[in-house]
């Protein structure tokens, strides 16, 4: 990644890739393979490529790949058979994407990666990505959690995605932070796949295994998880928020909501309004220009006190 151009967009600015003129995209056929609904903020992702797809007037082409990769992959065959002349794609998994990508490059259709990254050795199967920077998100709800407790936790991890950027990095970015205090130990860590159930389905078997009572913090990769661990543990006589500490990331109203009744410690806000930055970057594209190889979303921690005040101002 170190020979391409990365810059840092905070994401309430809507023009990114300034200076030229861009390409107008009314009526360009313009393909979006979307992850699934997997979570509010996947929801909140989809809204705001497709509002921006209306804004701007594309013929956008959507397909939900019910978290699957194989269905990603059919989505893209089949944009590139209608003869789009551009593809969003946000990849569920790292690995897996060289053919496809081959195919649409053979085309010349410019492939634009929102949210995830993808690990492929040429690194010109793609034409920029725009992503928030996981590791840093891991770092700041494990630096939270080191401050917040004397650097003393028994840990349960609730992990995204296997295969997933966000799952990877958020988990190397929390242990990066803990690693320097020993008595913060993860005893427990599972993927709850990025879902409320699923949240919720391992936070429960996590409290009812021999190691249960020793957890004394929830680190969930995203809030989703978190608040489904909120129902485990409520429903295991607990009291979440306090008996035990939960912090994730994200920031979706949710969590907002569970901060401000003191049942979620802390968020960490992953910024899924990607949908000006997409079609700015689409644009760009189509009108020659050269992109960043890739873009960092700014994110920001929150915590309790902030909650009330900050609800009403939530935009997902
Ligand atoms: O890739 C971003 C992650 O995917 C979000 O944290 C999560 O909620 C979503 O499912």
Redesign the pocket.
Known sequence: MSRFTIVVLFVSSVALFSSAAHADLKDVPVGFSQ?GA?????TAETTSIQDEAKRRGVDLKFADAQQKQENQIKAVRSFIAQNVKAIII?PVVETGWEQVLRDAKRKKIPVILV??GINVKDESLFTTLIASDFVAEGRMAGEWLATNTNGKATIAELQ??TG???AIDRKKGFAEAIAAHPDMKIIKTQSGD?TRAGGKEVMQAFLKSPEGKEITAVYA????MALGAIQAIEEAGKKPGQDILVVS??GVRGAFEAMAEGKLNCTVE?N?LLGPAAFDAVEAALAGKELPKKTIVKDERFEQAQAKELLPTRKY
């Open positions: 992850i997997e979570s509010a903020w996947r946000a949210d995830r995204g995605t997933a950027a966000p990025f990769h995203n809030d989703d990331i994200d992953c899924p």
